[in-house]
Structures are given as C-alpha cells and as structure tokens.
C-alpha cells in the first residue's frame, strides 16, 4: 500500500450506465458520467484516508484481514463452480419426472389404479363425466402458489387453461436462465411456445439484469411484453 491512493478504472463508465440512462440527452449524459467519476473517485481517496490514520501496526493486521478475505473469496469461487455442477447433474435426474408429469396432465399416459369406463358410468349427477388428464393443472398451480397468484388476472385465465407445460433451463451467454411455456391450439394467439428470458448481473445472488419478455402473435398484429 504505501500510502498510495486506490484509484478506479472509470474508462467504460458510459458502457455501464442503466438502460435508463438513454432516455437522457447527451449532455445530461455526459453530466452523469462525470458525476459518477467524482463520486468514485472520490470514495476511492476516503478509503486510503482511512487506512493513513491506522497506526503501522493496526494497517498490517487489516491487510493480513484482506489477504484472508481474498482467500475466502476463492474457496467462495470454487463452491460456485461445483454448486453449478451438482445443478446440472440432478438437473437431468429431474427431467424422465417431468417428462412423466407432462404425459399425466395433458392425458398421454394414464396412471395405475385409473379404469377406463364409459363416460356414462363415471358420471355423477350434477357434474362432468372425467376428462383426459389434469385439465387447468398448470392455471391452478399458478394461483395457488403464493407469489404468482398475485400475478395472475381474471383476463388471464382463459388462455393460461391451454397451457400444457413449463420448462426451466440455464443461459450462459449472457448468465441467466429461460422459461418455456408450452400451449395447446388456442383462440388466443398463434405461438406454440412463449418464451421468457432472464439475463442475471450475478447469478449466485441472484440479481436480475433485465428479462425479455413474449412475442404473442395474434390473427392480426404482434404485441411484445
């Protein structure tokens, strides 16, 4: 250290900006940067301050603190690595499941226990005879799970009834992951399958970047969410 102040590469401030940010003019962008670059600086000159009115002895046991710090955060590195691999190894454990859950709920593969009668004869009075597989499995996950029920309007259950799975997997470039929604031929639009796609600032917090969201191609016109 020294004595010697820390100072910081600001050279790709601009690059780094939020999305926000481009909404401004040119000049208010240029004002922000600079303003950024001062703060920066001038936070980086307040830690040296700091670390100059430490007595010689105290700045030494802070430093062997930082060197222990570095050591932690590479054991932290390594536990990322290997997390993500244990992810992806029962990843693939998990899928012959859902393969067996999505043959369950649109009706392909019929379960042990489960007769095939006539319709007639399953009947009772007042209700529907049964129907193939699980119908609105996926709607009724949705409102009963906590944080999507929230989310879920009146206007979007009648196409969320042909739903027919939902599949989860890892992006690496950019870090992050995606969603598939799988549906039936419906009224509603065209697609197959809608996509939603999340690009993480870090993947291990997690801290969302920004999410990119479905193309629904109707009769008529496209509409991006």
Request: hydrophobic share 40%; aromatic share 10%; charged share 30%.
């Amino acid at each position: 250290m020294g004595g010697e102040k820390e100072t910081f590469d600001t050279s790709d401030l601009n690059a780094s900006l939020p999305a926000a940010a481009a909404a401004l003019s040119a000049e208010d962008r240029a004002g922000l940067v600079n303003a950024l670059k001062d703060k920066l600086q001038s936070l980086a000159g307040q830690h040296a301050d700091v670390l100059e009115t430490l007595s010689p002895n105290v700045r030494k046991r802070v430093e062997f603190l930082r060197e222990i710090q570095s050591q932690h955060d590479e054991i932290e590195a390594k536990f990322f690595e290997e997390r993500a691999a244990l992810e992806a190894k029962y990843q693939k454990l998990y899928e012959p499941l859902y393969t067996k859950r999505y043959g369950i709920v649109n009706g392909e593969v019929e379960v042990d226990g489960v007769c095939d009668e006539p319709a007639s004869e399953n009947t009772v009075e007042g209700k529907e005879p049964d129907a193939k597989g699980v119908p609105d499995f996926w709607l009724t996950a949705m409102k009963t799970n906590e944080v999507l029920s929230e989310e879920i309007q009146e206007r979007d259950e009648a196409a969320l009834k042909y739903l027919k799975d939902i599949k989860w997997s890892r992006i690496e470039d950019p870090k992050g992951f995606k969603l598939d929604f799988f549906f039936d031929t419906n009224p509603f639009f065209k697609n197959s399958v809608l996509t939603k796609t999340y690009h993480m600032v870090d993947e291990d917090d997690p801290i969302l970047e920004k999410a990119i969201g479905f193309v629904f191609c109707f009769c008529r016109f496209v509409l991006l969410f």
